[in-house]
């Protein structure tokens, strides 16, 4: 029997980094605040490292969703695998060329593009979706808080998050 509305405890369990976070800070400041130098620098340790969690946690937190949306992704060594129903496919992360979001679908989907392949389309509310958040974040240059941003937002068009930069191919020489 639980206390708790399935709602509400699936909300608490989307948070659930953050009240570790914060349970951590908590539990540090009390041993910082204790008299003597002994339990104090563990405290500190604990506070840093409970901000750092909670700050980890909120970012997390914002980029979940309820994992009821249409297929199932896996994330497994560096290969983003979507399994949906109509469509499916597999793209490697070292291979990526870019990655969009594309608002103009119901729901939103990530867009992620490959050189000479054809795009994968993954719905941010499919099962396991929240494995691409580190996923995503082994990408060179991604602005985390620009994807979180974009992923809030109600915009109705396809917003490019992330492109890999390449140089420019210096002319052969003949001679």
Known sequence: MSFLRPEASAELWRWREVGVGVALAVLGAYLAAAPGWL????????????????????????????????????????????????????VALAELDRLSLDGTLFPAHWKLEQYGETALLIPVNAAGSEALFD?????????????????????????????????????ALLH
Request: aromatic share 8%; no cysteine; charged share 20%.
């Open 135 to 171: 996923a995503f974040a082994v990408l060179p240059g991604l602005r985390t808080s620009r994807m979180l941003a974009e992923l809030r937002s109600d915009r109705h068009q396809t917003v490019v998050i992330w492109q890999r930069v390449t140089e420019p191919t210096k002319p």
């Open 39 to 90: 339990l104090a620098y563990p405290g500190y340790a604990l506070i840093a490292g409970g901000g750092i969690l909670t700050w980890l946690g909120v970012q997390r937190a914002r980029f979940r969703k309820d994992g009821q949306g249409p297929g199932a992704v896996q994330v497994d060594e560096g290969r983003v695998s979507y399994f949906g129903p109509l469509t499916g496919g597999t």
